[in-house]
Nanobody
Framework: QVQLVESGGGLVQAGGSLRLSCAAS????????IAWFRQAPGEEREAVSC????????YYVDSAKGRFTISRDNAKNTVYLQMNSLKPEDTAVYYC??????????????????????WGQGTLVTVSS
């Protein structure tokens, strides 16, 4: 049974940092990719970053480049999203997701999918100005 559990969200002032975690179970991270998406109130869910579980290849959307870093710990089957220099517009529910129909090398494609096979429950990030 595939499960994704996010943690690490919270309230932070603009300019601050948070590290989100996505603990995966029911599959081996080495064989697949993980995506971080976010959804702000009244907005569509959008991709933030993706990582290959096999070779560590990464992809970032423009708004995340230079501020966010995605990483993985395969021994813990966990993916992280380090978010620095946070802005009020980063306020959203952050979700990790995966799609086992894609290979671990298709991490860019994962970030372009809207309807991933599996999602976590989300963790709320609120950035105050």
């Amino acid at each position: 049974q595939v499960q994704l559990v996010e943690s690490g969200g919270g309230l932070v002032q603009a300019g601050g940092s948070l590290r989100l975690s996505c603990a995966a179970s029911g599959f081996t991270l080495d064989d697949y990719s993980i995506a971080w998406f976010r959804q702000a109130p009244g907005e569509e869910r959008e991709a933030v970053s993706c990582i290959s579980g096999s070779n560590g290849g990464t992809y970032y959307v423009d708004s995340a480049k230079g501020r966010f870093t995605i990483s993985r710990d395969n021994a813990k089957n966990t993916v992280y999203l380090q978010m620095n220099s946070l802005k009020p517009e980063d306020t959203a529910v952050y979700y990790c997701g995966t799609d086992l129909r894609l290979t671990s090398l298709q991490y860019r494609d994962l970030c372009n999918y809207k309807y991933l096979e599996f999602w976590g429950q989300g963790t709320l990030v609120t950035v105050s100005s």
